[in-house]
């Protein structure tokens, strides 16, 4: 696999971990823990990938979403054609939910996808829903108030533990999966009046939603400095959601885990809770989730 020490490929990782015939792939091999053999893999370093990819019969490829179009795309690109080279017979791909068409990251994965229905390797597809801790992350207490600009819409996000569970099991039994496309959203759909309400629950301090706009929090995210790509893509999700795009619920999830999903709900409650931040978030020592119950410090 690669992107073994991102959040999603570490919880992977952990689940392929102690087989003996699992490598573990990250730019940082040295931060992966000890135990299963590691290799670096760098999608930008060709000669990374072709050790990386060497004897390797099907790979796990967690995409290398954070950049502009052309630079992801170089970056899947380059993997699947090294991987072709090396041998590999089967490629499992960490994508995008059907859902995310209209989210400004959505060709590069739409790309990669095509890439590998036209290669030569066989391919699983997983088209990931957004994740419930992203959520937590876009839609922050602050004041006792989600100003997130999601309007009435909602997302049917999904646990990311739901998805490391689903990528460790399909590339273990990647033969089974050959040609398929899974579709892995959540079963319950989440608005900002939903988890105002959830988290009101929780913690017994009113948290309200009073819904921003999309150009307050785009102008909030470039004064807060962040890569240019970064506003479209994140001003794009909070349209997305609040337009009903991202709100469809099913899928595959349930079939593949063989169980109910975890409660994206929860995670999000317990995301928002943990980190009493977001990334829009007005002042740097601002602690929303402490000023909710009343710490004002
Ligand atoms: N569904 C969602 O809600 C959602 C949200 C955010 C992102 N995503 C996408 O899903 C991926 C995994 O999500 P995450 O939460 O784990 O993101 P993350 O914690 O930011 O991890 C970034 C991932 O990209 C990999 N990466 C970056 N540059 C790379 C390069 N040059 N070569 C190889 N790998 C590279 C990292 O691998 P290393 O171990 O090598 O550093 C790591 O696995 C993201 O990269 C993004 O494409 C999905």
């Not at 706009?213 to 240019?228: D, H, I, N, P």
């Not at 997305?240 to 593949?256: E, K, P, V």
């Amino acid at each position: 696999m690669t992107g073994a020490t991102g959040a999603l490929g570490r919880l992977v990782a952990a689940r392929l971990a102690g087989r003996d015939d699992v490598v573990i792939g990250s730019r940082a091999p040295e931060a992966l823990p000890a135990g299963t053999p590691a290799r670096r893999i760098d999608f930008d370093d060709p000669a990374s990938l072709e050790e990386g990819f060497a004897g390797v019969d099907t790979l796990l490829l967690i995409s290398a979403g954070y950049g502009e179009d052309d630079v992801v795309i170089a970056r899947h690109g380059a993997a699947i054609e090294a991987a072709e080279k090396a041998g590999v017979s089967h490629i499992v791909y960490t994508g995008l939910s059907a859902a995310g068409d209209h989210l400004a990251y959505a060709l590069a994965h739409r790309w990669t996808e095509r890439r590998l229905r036209e290669g030569t390797a066989r391919w699983t597809i997983l088209n990931n829903g957004l994740y419930a801790e992203l959520l937590a992350t876009l839609a922050p207490v602050v004041d006792g108030r989600i100003t997130a600009p999601l309007g009435s819409g909602r997302l049917a996000a999904v646990a990311r533990e739901d998805l490391a569970d689903v990528a460790a099991l399909v590339t273990a039994g990647a033969a089974a999966h050959a040609g398929r496309t899974y579709e892995l959203v959540g079963e319950e759909a989440i608005g900002g009046a939903e988890l105002a309400a959830a988290l009101t629950g929780a913690t017994g301090a009113t948290v309200s939603y009073e819904p921003g706009t999309l150009a307050g929090a785009r102008e909030a995210f470039t004064a807060l400095g962040l890569a240019s790509f970064q506003v479209p893509m994140l001003v794009s999700t909070y349209s997305s959601i609040a337009n009903g795009f991202m709100d469809a619920t099913g899928g595959d999830l349930r079939n593949l885990l063989g169980r109910a999903p975890r409660s994206a709900l929860e995670v999000v409650v317990a995301g928002s809770r943990e980190q009493g931040q977001g990334a829009w978030r007005p002042a740097p020592a601002a602690r929303p989730f402490s000023r909710v119950r009343g710490d004002r410090s």
